[in-house]
């Protein structure tokens, strides 16, 4: 009788032991599918922001090329300007300085150009072009406006 107690104790707690494994397997595997659909959600969200990241430095991007093509527009009517008055220098200057204006077309060209070419590629690259093209930008048109003072001193 003391040997069919303990083997009926032994097989209980052996029952007890698989049926608790099998309960923490289905635990786990409701554990790993919450964690999947937050992963899924965290993911879904991530992707939200790059895309909103992504149309709003080229909103970004299509109103500073807008602005700076409307200045270079503005600088080729100046450099147009320059070019009237220098028709009606005396022939001594008049090479020197016209000269002096096919330097200013050429960077007004590469302007244009730099920013034809231009492709949004992140936001570093983005500020650092940003900021050599608005150096260049006002420097052609400090260049234009003190045209002639520069060559009278």
């Not at 790993?32 to 899924?40: C, G, H, K, P």
């Not at 072009?129 to 002639?148: C, E, Q, R, V, Y």
């Amino acid at each position: 009788m003391k040997e069919k107690i303990i083997i009926i104790a032994v097989s209980a707690f052996i029952a007890v032991t698989i049926l608790s494994g099998c309960n923490s397997s289905s635990k786990k595997v409701e554990d790993a599918r919450e964690n999947v659909q937050t992963s899924q959600e965290n993911v879904s969200d991530a992707k939200r922001d790059l895309n909103q990241a992504i149309q709003d430095s080229t909103v970004e991007f299509q109103k500073y090329r807008k602005e700076s093509e409307e200045r270079i527009n503005n600088y080729e009517k100046q450099i147009a300007e320059l070019k009237e008055k220098i028709a009606n220098e005396k022939n001594d200057g008049k090479t020197k300085y016209q000269k002096l204006v096919a330097d200013l077309e050429q960077k007004t060209a590469d302007l244009k150009q730099n920013l034809k070419e231009y492709k949004v590629e992140g936001k570093d690259r983005w500020e650092s072009f940003k900021t050599k093209f608005n150096s260049d930008m006002d420097n052609l048109g400090k260049s234009i406006s003190n045209f002639f003072t520069k060559e009278k001193k």
